[in-house]
């Protein structure tokens, strides 16, 4: 049975992935506050501090890590200050970036296993007040690309996951920060509608699966937006 490392595994597209495959997978789960964790008992848990790498110490090799964690951000520019920065770029990049340099200079990433990252499609598409989620999450997507040439030779594959929004928190959210009127020009570049996250946790379980033997260092999209289908 794999053994797949969840960072960020108290988000509700994380918690999804681990009630689905469960019994595919063998789960480590690594969250800020592990007692959201509690109603997996015969899971090991990890009290994640991006900065404290001892975290890691008691791990075994892994087959595949997943790196869930994020943090929106809808502040316009010139209201940011240096705990947006430290807030939004330590969840979204840093904590990746720290994690698996820990993981790779402890030897905890088999040859073969598979990372995942969870990109936004707002890397393509940026939004009023988004410059330091898209921001954070383009440097996310530049560590995944290099991260893939590196590990290359280890037959590591590294990918980032992309959706457009999420149906539950991650679109609710949206909603505390524009009016009405936004929203629904907004949703008119959604001409399927919001993601489900079982679409996105397909994808992911693929990615960590066998069945990818090859591809890596893409950041692969799900879900269509700004396509022009207004109607």
């Given at each position: 049975?794999?053994k797949?490392?969840?960072?960020g595994?108290t ?11 469960s019994?595919?997978?063998?789960f ?10 509690e ?12 900065f ?24 316009p ?13 330590n ?13 790779l ?5 088999k ?9 936004s ?14 921001s ?6 530049g ?20 959706p457009?929004?999420?149906k ?11 009016t ?5 020009e907004?949703?008119k ?5 919001n ?17 990818n ?7 692969l999209?799900?879900g ?8």
């Open positions: 049975m794999k797949i490392l969840i960072i595994a988000s509700e597209i994380a918690e999804d992935f681990v009630t689905t495959y019994k595919i997978y063998e480590y789960l690594a969250a800020r506050n592990t007692l959201k964790l109603k997996h008992p015969n899971i090991i848990k990890i009290d994640f501090d991006q404290d790498t001892s975290c890691f110490d008691n791990l075994s090799q892994l087959d595949g890590v997943i790196y869930f964690t994020g943090v929106a951000s809808h502040t520019i010139k209201f940011t200050k240096k705990r947006h920065y430290d807030t939004i770029f969840a979204n990049f840093y904590g990746a970036l720290v994690s698996v340099s820990t993981l200079k402890n030897n905890k990433i040859n073969n296993a598979s990372l995942v990252f969870l990109s499609v707002a890397t393509r598409f940026p939004y009023y007040g988004g410059a330091l989620y898209v954070s999450k383009m440097a996310l997507e560590l995944v690309k290099t991260l893939a040439i590196e590990l290359a030779s280890k037959k590591i594959k590294v990918n980032a996951v992309a457009t929004f999420v539950g928190e991650m679109a609710d959210s949206i909603t505390n920060f524009t009405e009127e936004k929203i629904k907004f949703e570049k959604h001409p399927f509608g993601v489900d996250k079982k679409e996105v946790n397909e994808l992911i379980h693929f990615l960590v699966s066998d069945k033997s090859s591809i890596t260092g893409q950041i999209q799900v269509n937006f700004n396509t022009g289908l207004n109607h």
